[in-house]
């Protein structure tokens, strides 16, 4: 080291004249790593710079332990190269070494009877249950698919054609037999269901009968599924009818004010109508349940199809009320639209006057 050097590590006059006669910082240079105090003592340095660190002392005392004479915490076992044990002296547990052991646990796909690997295919008939085929009602050989409305028919498509031609078979006798006998319908209809579960006229079909039957839980559960088949609220009124039917007529109010009724077509809606009627009369509500009623298609002058129903509806409610006279009038309207729309079916929409039913009596007088 230099005179020079010295006297700037040392604080000497010549390094105190630099610092003040000349703005240059110092530099990563003016500090050379040879000036640097050695923590790890004396030691032979590489290039006058950083020390090589094979010589470097270890911390625990001696040299560091070579990794193939470290201690192995399994006991004496073969050695690869000095270190892991060669996996091929590892003992293998696996189903193929021990599936030929006559003490093996039987596994639960065996016990129901799947196939052993390696073993004797055991048949699955011996441990399956089979179930057994439900005798399906007879149909009448008059009865062809085209007696199940298109509409209803354009639903099997997904079907085989063989199955479609069944399915429709039953769902057009279930039609035909639902007034006059609800409980071969109801048959017809589950023949149907356990052929084309899946399609949503047959689980509406099967509702139908269960409903008019009255097991109202089977229906509520197959309402429910025909709605999330095919999106549709249009059988909203038999869902409160069958909550009403197994006593929750709460939850039957719950279901009707939960469908926006102006997505509804008139006959649905009117239907709704006079099913939210009777939740509330289950309730001891009566005022509440004329106020059900109080809906757009009640007009007294013009009959439909749905008139007939909503006229006598209203008119039982009054009646409850006390209020005879008019109970007495909706009576006679609903009586009016049922005579009304008997005499011609294709009308969709016919007006009664009251004024040509009295002329009528007057001449018939005369």
Known sequence: ????????????????????????????????????????????????????RGDRPQQQGGDRPYRGDRPHHGGDRPQRDGDRPYRGDRPQHNDRDR????DRPQRDGERRGFPQRGGVDRPRSEFAPVRERVPEPEIPEEITPRDLHPAARNELKTLSKENAEQVARH???AARLIDEDPE??????????????RVAVVRETLA?????????????????TYRRISG?????????????????????????????????????????????????????????ALGELEIPELDPDRAFEWSPA?????????????RTDEAAFWTQ?????????????????????????????EENED
């Open 1 to 52: 080291m230099s005179e020079e050097q010295r006297d700037r590590r040392d604080g000497g006059d010549g390094a105190n004249d630099r610092r003040h006669d000349s703005p240059r910082q110092p530099r990563y240079s003016d500090f050379s790593r040879e000036r640097r105090p050695q923590s790890g003592g004396d030691r032979p340095e590489r290039g006058g710079d950083r020390p090589y």
């Open 171 to 173: 769902l057009a006798m």
């Open 310 to 322: 909503l006229f006598s509806a209203r008119a039982a409610v009054l009646e409850d009320l006390g």
């Open 99 to 102: 599936r030929h052991q006559g």
């Open 333 to 361: 309207r609903a009586e009016a639209a049922a005579s009304a729309l008997g005499l011609d079916d294709d009308e969709d929409e016919i007006i009664i006057e009251e004024t040509e039913l009295e002329e009528t009596e």
């Open 208 to 224: 139908i009968t269960s409903y008019r039957i009255g097991d109202f839980a089977l229906a509520l559960r197959e309402l429910r």
């Open 232 to 288: 549709k609220d249009d059988q909203i009124a038999l869902i409160v009818d069958s909550e009403r039917g197994v006593g929750r007529p709460d939850r039957a109010l719950e279901e009707g004010r939960a469908v926006e009724r102006s997505s509804l077509t008139p006959a649905a809606r009117v239907a709704l109508a006079i099913a939210m009627s009777g939740a509330r009369l289950d309730r001891g509500e009566t005022e509440l």
């Open 184 to 197: 071969r319908a109801h048959e017809h209809a589950l023949a149907a269901s356990r052929r084309a579960g």
